[in-house]
């Protein structure tokens, strides 16, 4: 019925002499999937590795694009609304790096636990969180996703344990979790990210060791976005092959810039966590358009020429978009119809961050515990009291 009504419209503007214009065009009229070859991934300790030629459906593609967009306008609200000085403190951006977190998140299921570093805008939206709530919380509002308490660096929802400001700390952590998955044996398992700055912390390597005795379903990940603060990879480490750090952990070094190696590589990871072979160590080589943090221009160490290179060769939303488009899996007034929505959606989660109340002070030490009675906390006096509800 579709293409019949698609081919009523073509026939009619061809009869009024007229243009055929995309809008007319209808799903009857798109490639419902494609089949792509993409990078092999280098491999460690394994035998074979990711498939190379990967299915991608029209809806995924969709599905991707349109999250990778939402990721990357809020980002870049972000970065305004902290040059207004509406965001304040500590704010670590997330564009470019877009494709790691929605690559990863095609591969697991939401049951699976994540927990990250402090750039983690991106992870808190794909793990659940709502645009309103994470522009919120930047802002420091009762509406946001911490409830004003957490700010950019600490943001959390359900198995995601977030936002973590201490530089390497997370990999224990998402170590322990990854210890309850197997001890319930719930066939859950648990990503744990970190950065290149962070692979050199001996923390992460008597987590690797603990995970590998106790063969924990965890999946590492290094997110190499080649500089640790202002400090490029090949200054800070002797060895930049982090996939190989793990020695007797099996690792996969895969082009972060694009959602479907990410996808394919999280699958098999997945796959090799379920199946009881214990952990993997994944490097995802992407890079990030802005400084480390607002602090930082992001200029001083590297060019402006070697930013822009990056963004014209190997942008993750303009992969997507290209592979797309030259494959009839979408239109361009299509995509250009989702821009339109998602900056929508952005304009009104900023409008609402800039317009929520501020928590009261009277809330400033409920929820430090889950499922407790009220309790009474010191301030920073013995006569200050505060109330602690959960």
Not at 22 to 39: G, P, V
Not at 135 to 162: N, P, V
Not at 190 to 196: A, E, P, T
Not at 213 to 218: A, D, E, G, N, R
């Amino acid at each position: 019925m579709l293409a019949i009504i698609s081919n009523v419209l073509r026939a009619s503007a061809q009869r009024n002499g007229a243009a055929v214009i995309t809008s007319a065009r209808t799903y009857a009229d798109f490639t419902t999937q494609a089949t792509f070859e993409i990078k092999k991934c280098d491999v460690f300790k394994l035998d074979e590795g990711p498939a190379t030629q990967v299915v991608l459906t029209r809806d995924e593609g969709l599905q991707y694009y349109r999250t990778m967009q939402t990721m990357r306008r809020m980002e870049l609200k972000a970065d305004q609304l902290y040059k207004q000085k509406i965001i304040r403190g500590f704010c670590h951006l997330y564009d470019g790096q877009e494709a790691c977190a929605v690559g990863i998140e095609a591969s697991i299921n939401l049951s699976d636990h994540l927990i990250t570093a402090y750039r983690a805008h991106g992870y808190t939206y794909t793990r659940g969180g709502t645009v309103k709530e994470i522009m919120a919380e930047l802002t420091g509002r009762r509406g946001g996703i911490a409830k004003g308490k957490g700010g950019s660096m600490h943001m959390y929802c359900k198995h995601f344990y977030g936002g973590n400001g201490i530089v390497g700390a997370q990999v224990p952590l998402g170590a322990g979790v990854a210890l309850a998955c197997k001890y319930q044996g719930n066939n859950e398992l648990c990503v744990c990210l970190y950065g290149d700055g962070a692979a050199n912390q001996g923390q992460i390597f008597e987590t690797y060791n603990m995970a590998a005795l106790w063969k924990l379903p965890v999946i590492f990940i290094c997110e190499n976005n080649r500089y640790g603060m202002g400090t490029s990879v090949e200054r800070a480490a002797a060895s930049t092959d982090y996939f190989k750090r793990g020695e007797f952990i099996p690792g996969l070094r895969v082009d972060g810039m694009d959602v479907l190696c990410v996808r394919e590589a999280t699958r098999f990871a997945a796959d090799h966590c379920r199946s009881g072979k214990g952990p993997i160590l994944m490097e995802l080589q992407t890079y990030r358009y802005h400084g480390h943090s607002m602090s930082d221009p992001g200029v001083s160490y590297r060019t402006r020429e070697e930013i822009q290179e990056v963004r014209s060769k190997s942008d993750p939303i303009s992969m997507l978009k290209d592979r797309m488009l030259s494959n009839n899996m979408a239109s361009v007034e299509e995509l250009k119809e989702i821009d339109v929505e998602v900056r929508k959606e952005i304009e009104d989660a900023a409008q609402f961050a800039t317009t929520d109340p501020e928590p009261p002070l009277e809330e400033l030490c409920n929820h430090i515990f889950c499922d407790m009675p009220s309790l009474e906390v010191r301030g920073t006096n013995p006569w200050a009291k505060l109330k602690s509800v959960s």
